[in-house]
Antibody, heavy 120, light 110 residues
Framework: EVQLVESGGGLVQPGGSLRLSCAAS????????MNWVRQAPGKGLEWVSY????????YYADSVKGRFTISRDNAKNSLYLQMNSLRAEDTAVYYC?????????????WGKGTTVTVSS | QSALTQPASVSGSPGQSITISCTGTSSDVGGYNYVSWYQQHPGKAPKLMIYDVSNRPSGVSNRFSGSKSGNTASLTISGLQAEDEADYYCSSYTSSSSWVFGGGTKLTVL
């Protein structure tokens, strides 16, 4: 079964740091590009970051650029999101999603998410 | 990159058809066939329902269809069922190598 499982969320103070992980199984992780997408409480989806299959190409949303770092370890079938200088507005459920390209890149498999709460 | 524009809510009775619109710009929706649609039930992860404007992933009911005209994409659900009640999000890959989502539409099955 194709599966993504996020972990590492929790309560952190403003200005603090957190590292999210996403464990992949059931598919050849190293062949796929990956995304992080977040959803603030009661709000819509927001794309956060992208990483290519090799890790050589990375993109960030303007809202997290300079504060968040995406990375992956293909040997461990794992995706990561290092989040620094956290703000209240970073409070959200964070999803990792597999990217598959037919014509366009689309997110065809999603994890269940991990919750990050930034509050003092 | 501004969010795509969706109606906040739509509703329909079982068996009816509804359409959800998604308006963007020439840099996203209008510029490419890169529109996808996601269904999200409360407390659950999003599920891909339509990709590349009008294609259905394996396992998605053919009651779901997508289209696009100019800067506006649409998701149509025919033969509405109670299980279709959920939030629906459109998304587009953009010319700046990023993804933009719509604000979401809450579908209520009356």
């Amino acid at each position: 079964e194709v599966q993504l499982v996020e972990s590492g969320g929790g309560l952190v103070q403003p200005g603090g740091s957190l590292r999210l992980s996403c464990a992949a199984s059931g598919f050849t992780f190293s062949s796929y590009e990956m995304n992080w997408v977040r959803q603030a409480p009661g709000k819509g989806l927001e794309w956060v970051s992208y990483i290519s299959s090799s890790g050589s190409t990375i993109y960030y949303a303007d809202s997290v650029k300079g504060r968040f770092t995406i990375s992956r370890d293909n040997a461990k079938n794992s995706l990561y999101l290092q989040m620094n200088s956290l703000r209240a507005e970073d409070t959200a459920v964070y999803y990792c999603a597999r990217v598959v390209v037919v014509v366009a890149p689309n997110m065809d498999v999603w994890g269940k998410g991990t919750t990050v709460t930034v509050s003092s | 990159q501004s969010a795509l524009t969706q109606p906040a809510s739509v509703s329909g009775s079982p068996g009816q058809s509804i359409t959800i619109s998604c308006t963007g710009t020439s840099s996203d929706v209008g510029g490419y066939n890169y529109v996808s649609w996601y269904q999200q039930h409360p407390g659950k992860a999003p599920k891909l329902m339509i990709y590349d404007v009008s294609n259905r992933p394996s396992g998605v009911s053919n009651r779901f269809s997508g289209s696009k005209s100019g800067n506006t994409a649409s998701l149509t659900i025919s033969g509405l069922q109670a299980e279709d009640e959920a939030d629906y999000y459109c998304s587009s890959y953009t010319s700046s190598s990023s993804w933009v989502f719509g604000g979401g539409t809450k579908l209520t099955v009356l």
